[in-house]
């Protein structure tokens, strides 16, 4: 019987340990995985060339899933859990998994883009979000806050810091600056083999707090900010997430590798932001290329 009991924790102690493994990537594998993150920047920066009033969210996504399928990608996004695109387009008061369909976008849309590519073993998994032509100064400020607090995360994100660390500091930029709605039912996540790994990261929490961060832990930190409140509730089709105020919202995502003092950003936002600088119908004023937002 004792026997039996030892046989069982050491099993345990075996499992325990390839679980733990699993949340640590080698050198080798982040570079495999950064294949990934980089192709998902180029579907983005894709995406950002043709954005303008008047095409459809549905062509954006099968010109995505062409272009991906072409670099020898799998869209991630089509058919996990029943999710039928390659892309996740989620506009206005939706804040993420929006459907693409046969919407056509206007002037003014703030349109979040958001995708998952499988390659050589690995996930990718990030986000951008647009605006089309004029907004108010409210939308604009919160776009380039909540892209701040994407970097202010990314700061956290090194070795002996904790996942509370990532998620406290995101939310002190946007809730506790700004009185933004901060999602708490939807939270960034490691990612590598499987798209959602261990551990969770939320983008709300306490400085101190949660799982050690280790070298080579690949993170998907992905603040999801609202103009008002954070509630929220889910569309008819199961999937697409909206503010429950109709506020707007906005998501911006990077994968980053976990090191010591400071994080290595696996995605890749510069191509998408030349492509968007470049296209007349998107509005970048809120930034500027060489102002370069990473320096947190
Ligand atoms: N980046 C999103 C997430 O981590 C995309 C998931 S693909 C979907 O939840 F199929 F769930 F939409
Ligand atoms: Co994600």
């Known amino acids: 019987m004792n026997r039996c009991i030892y046989m069982i924790n050491l099993l345990m102690l075996f499992l325990y340990k390839i679980y733990l493994m ?14 990934s993150c980089l192709m998902v920047s180029d579907t983005i920066t894709e995406v950002a060339k043709v954005l303008k009033p008047g095409i459809t969210t549905l ?26 695109y390659s892309l996740c387009i989620s506009v206005n008061e939706q804040i993420v998994h929006g459907f693409p369909g046969k919407y056509e976008l206007k002037e003014g849309d703030i349109v979040s883009i958001d995708t998952v ?14 605006i089309l032509g ?26 002996g810091k904790r996942v ?13 600056k700004h009185g933004y709605g901060v999602i708490r039912e939807f939270v960034g996540h490691g990612v590598g083999k499987a798209m959602h790994e261990d551990p969770q990261v939320p983008n709300y929490g306490r400085m101190g707090s949660g799982k050690k961060l280790q070298e080579n832990m690949v993170l998907a930190i992905e603040p999801m900010i609202t103009l008002g409140k954070r509630d929220i509730y889910t ?30 950003v696996l995605s890749d936002f510069t191509r998408i932001e030349q492509a968007e ?17 990473v320096s947190f």
Not at 28 to 35: A, G, L, M, S, Y
Not at 117 to 130: E, L, S, V
Request: with cysteine; glycine share 10%.
């Open 134 to 159: 004029e907004t108010t100064p409210e939308v604009l400020e919160l776009v380039k806050v909540t892209k701040e607090s994407l970097y202010i995360g990314i700061a956290q994100a090194v070795i």
């Open 164 to 176: 509370g660390d990532i998620g406290a500091a995101i939310e002190n930029h946007t809730y506790g």
């Open 117 to 130: 590519i499988y390659k050589n073993g690995f996930h990718g998994d990030h986000a951008y979000t647009f």
């Open 277 to 293: 600088k470049a296209n007349s119908n998107l509005n970048s004023s809120y930034y500027n290329l060489e102002s370069d937002l």
């Open 59 to 84: 062509s954006l996504d099968v010109m995505a899933e062409t272009f991906i399928r072409d670099n020898g990608g799998i869209p991630a996004c089509k058919g996990y859990h029943g999710f039928p």
């Open 235 to 264: 569309l008819e089709d199961g999937w697409t997430i909206v503010s429950e105020d109709g506020s707007p919202a906005v998501h911006f995502e990077h994968n980053v590798c976990v090191k010591k003092g400071k994080a290595e």
């Open 22 to 35: 699993s949340l640590y990537k080698t050198n080798e594998e982040v570079e495999i995985q950064r294949e």
